[in-house]
Protein backbone atom coordinates (compact mmCIF):
# COMPACT_ATOMS: atom_id res chain seq x y z
CA UNK A 1 0.00 0.00 0.00
CA UNK A 2 1.33 3.16 -0.78
CA UNK A 3 2.42 5.76 2.04
CA UNK A 4 0.10 8.13 0.69
CA UNK A 5 -2.90 5.69 1.10
CA UNK A 6 -1.62 4.30 4.80
CA UNK A 7 -1.71 8.38 5.56
CA UNK A 8 -5.23 8.74 4.34
CA UNK A 9 -6.88 5.56 6.10
CA UNK A 10 -5.12 6.78 9.24
CA UNK A 11 -7.05 9.85 9.11
CA UNK A 12 -10.06 7.57 8.57
CA UNK A 13 -9.58 5.61 11.40
CA UNK A 14 -8.28 8.87 13.78
CA UNK A 15 -11.25 9.14 16.50
CA UNK A 16 -12.17 13.08 15.56
CA UNK A 17 -11.32 13.63 12.04
CA UNK A 18 -12.18 10.15 11.10
CA UNK A 19 -15.82 10.15 12.80
CA UNK A 20 -16.20 13.50 11.06
CA UNK A 21 -15.54 12.36 7.74
CA UNK A 22 -17.68 9.30 8.50
CA UNK A 23 -20.64 10.78 9.50
CA UNK A 24 -20.49 13.27 6.73
CA UNK A 25 -20.81 9.96 4.67
CA UNK A 26 -23.76 8.34 6.73
CA UNK A 27 -25.69 11.36 6.70
CA UNK A 28 -25.61 12.06 2.81
CA UNK A 29 -23.37 15.34 3.30
CA UNK A 30 -19.58 16.34 3.07
CA UNK A 31 -19.89 19.28 4.90
CA UNK A 32 -17.28 19.77 6.69
CA UNK A 33 -16.97 18.30 10.54
CA UNK A 34 -18.43 20.50 13.31
CA UNK A 35 -15.26 21.31 15.06
CA UNK A 36 -13.88 23.12 11.88
CA UNK A 37 -14.21 26.95 11.23
CA UNK A 38 -14.96 29.26 8.08
CA UNK A 39 -14.29 27.02 5.29
CA UNK A 40 -10.91 28.08 3.81
CA UNK A 41 -10.46 28.20 -0.18
CA UNK A 42 -7.15 30.23 -1.05
CA UNK A 43 -6.51 31.33 -4.46
CA UNK A 44 -2.50 29.96 -6.19
CA UNK A 45 -0.73 31.19 -8.67
CA UNK A 46 1.58 28.73 -10.21
CA UNK A 47 3.79 29.54 -13.37
CA UNK A 48 3.35 26.56 -16.16
CA UNK A 49 6.43 27.67 -18.70
CA UNK A 50 6.06 31.26 -19.47
CA UNK A 51 2.28 31.70 -18.15
CA UNK A 52 0.47 31.98 -15.02
CA UNK A 53 -2.45 29.42 -13.97
CA UNK A 54 -4.46 30.45 -11.98
CA UNK A 55 -6.07 28.13 -8.91
CA UNK A 56 -8.23 27.42 -5.98
CA UNK A 57 -7.60 25.16 -3.28
CA UNK A 58 -8.00 24.08 0.26
CA UNK A 59 -5.38 23.16 2.67
CA UNK A 60 -3.93 19.27 2.93
CA UNK A 61 -2.44 17.08 1.03
CA UNK A 62 -3.41 16.90 -2.61
CA UNK A 63 -5.89 14.13 -3.47
CA UNK A 64 -8.53 15.42 -5.91
CA UNK A 65 -7.81 18.02 -8.76
CA UNK A 66 -11.03 19.61 -10.36
CA UNK A 67 -11.83 20.32 -14.12
CA UNK A 68 -14.16 22.58 -15.61
CA UNK A 69 -15.72 22.70 -18.74
CA UNK A 70 -15.21 24.62 -21.91
CA UNK A 71 -16.17 28.14 -21.09
CA UNK A 72 -15.95 28.07 -17.43
CA UNK A 73 -13.91 29.25 -14.48
CA UNK A 74 -12.15 27.24 -11.62
CA UNK A 75 -14.26 29.72 -9.50
CA UNK A 76 -16.97 27.61 -10.99
CA UNK A 77 -15.94 25.01 -8.44
CA UNK A 78 -15.96 27.36 -4.90
CA UNK A 79 -19.06 25.76 -3.45
CA UNK A 80 -17.80 22.05 -3.63
CA UNK A 81 -14.01 22.98 -2.25
CA UNK A 82 -15.84 25.04 0.26
CA UNK A 83 -17.67 21.63 1.29
CA UNK A 84 -14.10 19.51 1.00
CA UNK A 85 -12.37 21.70 3.25
CA UNK A 86 -11.73 19.92 6.42
CA UNK A 87 -11.63 16.90 4.62
CA UNK A 88 -9.11 16.45 1.79
CA UNK A 89 -6.82 18.70 0.31
CA UNK A 90 -8.11 19.75 -3.29
CA UNK A 91 -7.55 21.80 -6.21
CA UNK A 92 -9.59 23.63 -9.38
CA UNK A 93 -7.39 25.36 -11.71
CA UNK A 94 -8.08 27.39 -15.05
CA UNK A 95 -6.57 25.62 -17.70
CA UNK A 96 -3.73 27.48 -19.71
CA UNK A 97 -6.12 29.36 -22.55
CA UNK A 98 -5.09 30.11 -26.17
CA UNK A 99 -7.07 33.50 -25.49
CA UNK A 100 -6.69 34.14 -29.98
CA UNK A 101 -3.94 32.33 -30.56
CA UNK A 102 -4.56 30.81 -33.93
CA UNK A 103 -2.47 27.44 -33.75
CA UNK A 104 -4.73 24.97 -32.39
CA UNK A 105 -2.98 21.72 -30.97
CA UNK A 106 -3.68 18.23 -30.28
CA UNK A 107 -4.80 16.07 -27.21
CA UNK A 108 -1.36 15.31 -26.05
CA UNK A 109 -0.18 18.61 -25.95
CA UNK A 110 -2.75 19.46 -23.56
CA UNK A 111 -2.37 16.73 -22.08
CA UNK A 112 1.16 17.85 -21.45
CA UNK A 113 0.21 20.58 -20.25
CA UNK A 114 -2.26 19.87 -17.99
CA UNK A 115 0.02 17.74 -16.04
CA UNK A 116 2.97 20.19 -15.58
CA UNK A 117 -0.67 22.04 -13.85
CA UNK A 118 -0.75 18.97 -11.92
CA UNK A 119 2.69 19.15 -10.72
CA UNK A 120 3.14 23.05 -10.02
CA UNK A 121 0.11 22.42 -7.69
CA UNK A 122 1.62 19.94 -5.48
CA UNK A 123 0.02 17.02 -7.46
CA UNK A 124 1.69 13.52 -7.94
CA UNK A 125 0.41 10.16 -8.22
CA UNK A 126 -2.51 8.54 -6.76
CA UNK A 127 -5.36 11.66 -7.19
CA UNK A 128 -8.80 11.88 -8.08
CA UNK A 129 -9.82 13.78 -11.04
CA UNK A 130 -12.98 15.48 -11.07
CA UNK A 131 -14.22 16.04 -14.11
CA UNK A 132 -17.71 18.81 -15.36
CA UNK A 133 -18.82 18.85 -18.85
CA UNK A 134 -15.73 18.57 -21.24
CA UNK A 135 -13.94 18.30 -18.22
CA UNK A 136 -15.25 15.27 -17.53
CA UNK A 137 -14.40 13.94 -21.04
CA UNK A 138 -10.43 15.41 -20.40
CA UNK A 139 -10.37 13.60 -16.85
CA UNK A 140 -11.22 10.22 -18.66
CA UNK A 141 -8.77 10.74 -21.75
CA UNK A 142 -6.11 11.97 -19.10
CA UNK A 143 -7.13 8.68 -16.80
CA UNK A 144 -6.82 6.49 -19.81
CA UNK A 145 -3.07 8.45 -20.94
CA UNK A 146 -1.85 8.55 -17.28
CA UNK A 147 -2.95 5.42 -15.58
CA UNK A 148 -0.24 5.61 -12.73
CA UNK A 149 -1.37 9.71 -12.16
CA UNK A 150 -5.19 8.56 -11.55
CA UNK A 151 -6.89 6.55 -8.96
CA UNK A 152 -10.05 6.98 -9.43
CA UNK A 153 -12.83 9.52 -11.36
CA UNK A 154 -15.55 11.31 -10.51
CA UNK A 155 -17.41 12.74 -13.47
CA UNK A 156 -20.39 15.53 -13.46
CA UNK A 157 -22.58 15.24 -16.24
CA UNK A 158 -19.34 14.84 -18.33
CA UNK A 159 -19.09 15.44 -22.41
CA UNK A 160 -19.41 12.16 -24.48
CA UNK A 161 -18.53 11.46 -27.33
CA UNK A 162 -21.75 9.35 -28.47
CA UNK A 163 -24.07 12.56 -27.63
CA UNK A 164 -24.30 14.38 -30.60
CA UNK A 165 -25.92 11.16 -32.72
CA UNK A 166 -28.26 10.05 -29.64
CA UNK A 167 -29.67 13.31 -29.38
CA UNK A 168 -29.91 14.55 -33.32
CA UNK A 169 -33.42 13.66 -33.48
CA UNK A 170 -34.69 15.21 -30.54
CA UNK A 171 -32.61 18.69 -31.51
CA UNK A 172 -33.96 21.64 -34.15
CA UNK A 173 -31.92 20.91 -36.72
CA UNK A 174 -30.09 24.57 -37.00
CA UNK A 175 -29.16 23.94 -33.06
CA UNK A 176 -27.74 20.24 -33.99
CA UNK A 177 -25.75 21.68 -36.95
CA UNK A 178 -24.36 24.72 -35.11
CA UNK A 179 -23.14 22.58 -32.26
CA UNK A 180 -21.74 20.47 -34.82
CA UNK A 181 -19.91 23.18 -36.27
CA UNK A 182 -18.29 24.36 -32.88
CA UNK A 183 -17.03 20.76 -32.16
CA UNK A 184 -14.64 20.82 -35.07
CA UNK A 185 -13.19 23.80 -34.55
CA UNK A 186 -10.50 24.05 -31.56
CA UNK A 187 -11.98 25.49 -28.55
CA UNK A 188 -10.50 27.66 -25.36
CA UNK A 189 -7.98 24.88 -24.80
CA UNK A 190 -6.81 24.75 -28.73
CA UNK A 191 -8.23 20.92 -29.22
CA UNK A 192 -11.10 19.68 -31.53
CA UNK A 193 -14.06 17.79 -29.69
CA UNK A 194 -14.94 16.06 -32.68
CA UNK A 195 -10.57 14.73 -32.36
CA UNK A 196 -11.40 13.54 -28.81
CA UNK A 197 -14.84 11.49 -29.78
CA UNK A 198 -12.04 9.87 -31.80
CA UNK A 199 -9.74 9.02 -28.81
CA UNK A 200 -12.34 8.15 -26.51
CA UNK A 201 -14.24 5.59 -28.87
CA UNK A 202 -10.68 4.42 -28.84
CA UNK A 203 -10.13 3.99 -24.94
CA UNK A 204 -13.58 3.72 -24.31
CA UNK A 205 -13.11 1.80 -20.73
CA UNK A 206 -11.57 2.77 -17.06
CA UNK A 207 -12.15 -0.51 -15.81
CA UNK A 208 -8.57 -0.01 -13.40
CA UNK A 209 -10.21 2.54 -11.02
CA UNK A 210 -13.39 3.65 -9.45
CA UNK A 211 -15.78 5.76 -11.53
CA UNK A 212 -18.48 7.90 -10.65
CA UNK A 213 -20.83 9.24 -12.49
CA UNK A 214 -23.39 11.96 -11.82
CA UNK A 215 -25.76 12.78 -14.43
CA UNK A 216 -28.57 16.05 -13.99
CA UNK A 217 -31.65 15.22 -14.08
CA UNK A 218 -33.34 18.79 -15.39
CA UNK A 219 -32.28 19.91 -18.70
CA UNK A 220 -33.80 23.21 -19.38
CA UNK A 221 -33.25 25.60 -22.17
CA UNK A 222 -31.38 22.71 -24.01
CA UNK A 223 -33.49 23.46 -27.31
CA UNK A 224 -34.63 20.36 -28.02
CA UNK A 225 -36.91 17.48 -25.96
CA UNK A 226 -36.19 17.88 -22.35
CA UNK A 227 -36.93 14.55 -21.62
CA UNK A 228 -35.52 12.49 -24.43
CA UNK A 229 -32.29 14.60 -23.92
CA UNK A 230 -32.02 13.55 -20.36
CA UNK A 231 -32.18 9.65 -21.30
CA UNK A 232 -29.75 9.65 -23.64
CA UNK A 233 -27.23 11.22 -21.55
CA UNK A 234 -28.52 8.69 -18.69
CA UNK A 235 -27.63 6.03 -21.48
CA UNK A 236 -24.24 7.48 -22.59
CA UNK A 237 -23.20 7.78 -19.40
CA UNK A 238 -24.14 4.36 -18.07
CA UNK A 239 -21.98 3.27 -20.68
CA UNK A 240 -19.24 4.73 -19.00
CA UNK A 241 -19.18 2.17 -16.23
CA UNK A 242 -19.49 -0.83 -18.40
CA UNK A 243 -16.62 -2.77 -16.83
CA UNK A 244 -15.97 -0.76 -14.05
CA UNK A 245 -15.37 -2.80 -10.81
CA UNK A 246 -16.39 -0.05 -8.71
CA UNK A 247 -18.78 1.82 -10.47
CA UNK A 248 -21.32 4.56 -9.35
CA UNK A 249 -24.66 6.17 -11.58
CA UNK A 250 -25.48 8.68 -9.53
CA UNK A 251 -28.91 10.44 -10.56
CA UNK A 252 -28.72 14.61 -9.71
CA UNK A 253 -32.59 14.89 -9.54
CA UNK A 254 -32.46 18.74 -8.85
CA UNK A 255 -29.54 20.04 -10.84
CA UNK A 256 -29.43 20.88 -14.42
CA UNK A 257 -26.21 20.71 -16.41
CA UNK A 258 -24.10 22.81 -13.67
CA UNK A 259 -24.61 20.04 -10.68
CA UNK A 260 -21.35 21.33 -8.82
CA UNK A 261 -23.19 24.66 -8.38
CA UNK A 262 -27.23 23.18 -7.97
CA UNK A 263 -25.78 20.39 -5.77
CA UNK A 264 -22.45 20.75 -4.17
CA UNK A 265 -23.56 19.00 -1.34
CA UNK A 266 -23.93 15.63 -3.57
CA UNK A 267 -20.62 16.45 -5.82
CA UNK A 268 -18.81 16.95 -2.49
CA UNK A 269 -19.82 13.92 -0.79
CA UNK A 270 -18.83 12.05 -4.29
CA UNK A 271 -15.60 13.25 -4.46
CA UNK A 272 -15.06 12.17 -0.87
CA UNK A 273 -16.39 8.71 -1.40
CA UNK A 274 -13.94 8.08 -4.64
CA UNK A 275 -10.97 9.43 -2.43
CA UNK A 276 -11.67 6.63 0.15
CA UNK A 277 -12.55 3.92 -2.30
CA UNK A 278 -9.27 4.66 -3.95
CA UNK A 279 -7.51 4.25 -0.58
CA UNK A 280 -9.01 1.32 0.24
CA UNK A 281 -8.04 -0.36 -2.84
CA UNK A 282 -4.33 0.54 -2.93
Known sequence: MRRRSRGLLRRLSDPVRGSAWMTALALGGASAPAHASVPQVFERQVRVGDRTVHALCTSGPRQALLLHGDGARAEDWRPVLERLDGLLGACAYERVRLYGDANPRGWFELMDEMRRIHGALGFRDGYILVGHSLGGLY????????????TGLVLVDPAHEDMPEQVQRWMPRPVWEEWM???????ADGVRETELAKRARSIRSTTGIPV?????????????????LSEAARRVHASILGGVAHGRHIPATRSGHDVHLDEPDLVAREVVRA????????
Open 139 to 150: ARLYAADRPLDV
Open 275 to 282: VRQAAWDQ
Open 181 to 187: RLRSHPN
Open 212 to 228: TVITAMQRHDTGGNERF
